[in-house]
């Protein structure tokens, strides 16, 4: 079991442009939600999508949307990034709402310059 | 004032210590509380799940929850040098399903 994985690992982008992220859940997980986690701080919750719905959403701009496919593998897109945005990217999986099995991926981590 | 306060740290300790990690939160609807392990360069690792209060024990990691001083414990007894990580407090209410508040995260240092 490969887990959860995201794609790419690094990326650069300059402001104003636009980024997506993706994320494969782990086997048998239906549910999968995005954190943000700026350097030195704890992550923070962006959305959650289950059904290929968006359920769940954190303090968080219209900037970032995202998408489920039926797969139940997801994207987060960022519009007009700012270099606030710079983080690592949180892709985070589990079966409905049973938070015990939410497992996290690696991360993407994200520069804007 | 943030909903999850955890000391940053970092701590340093030898090794075969015991760990003592600490959140305080001021959302009394906090149901479910969780320690995570995260080392460098990782995501997130599940540690510790616990509802309500009461204690945990699971090896050497033992998780304490008293809501009535809104105060969460994690103990790592005999510590290692592979303990070294930054340890995450996240909270849950009854009704979120999945929306995970953190703490800032301690950085532990095990020193052989």
């Known amino acids: 079991d490969a887990g959860v994985t995201q794609s790419p690992t690094h990326l650069i982008k300059t402001r104003g442009q636009q980024v997506t992220l993706r994320c494969s859940p782990k086997?048998?997980?239906?549910?999968v939600s995005w954190y943000q986690q700026a350097l030195g701080q704890g992550p923070q919750f962006i959305f959650q999508y289950y059904e290929e719905e968006e359920r769940q959403r954190g303090n968080f701009p219209d900037r970032f949307s995202g998408h489920q496919f039926p797969n139940y593998s997801s994207e987060l897109n960022v519009n007009a990034l700012l270099l606030g945005d710079s983080a690592l990217y949180l892709c985070?999986?589990?079966?409905?709402?049973?938070?015990?099995?939410?497992?996290f991926g690696p991360g993407t981590r994200l520069l804007v310059l | 004032q943030k909903e999850v306060e955890q000391d940053p740290g970092p701590l340093s300790v030898p090794e075969g210590a015991i760990v003592s990690l600490n959140c305080t939160y001021s959302n009394s609807a906090f149901q479910y509380f969780m320690w995570y392990r995260q080392y460098s360069r990782k995501g997130p690792e599940l540690l510790m799940y616990?509802?309500?209060?009461g204690n945990k024990e699971d090896g050497r990691f033992t998780a304490q929850v008293d809501k009535s001083s809104k105060y969460i414990s994690l103990f790592i007894r005999d510590s290692q040098p592979s303990d070294s990580a930054t340890y995450l407090c996240a909270m849950e209410t009854y009704n979120q399903g999945g929306k995970l508040i953190f703490g800032q995260g301690t950085e532990l240092s095990v020193k052989p």
């Open positions: 086997s048998g997980h239906d549910t």
């Open positions: 985070a999986s589990s079966w409905g709402t049973r938070r015990e099995t939410q497992y």
């Open positions: 616990t509802y309500s209060s």
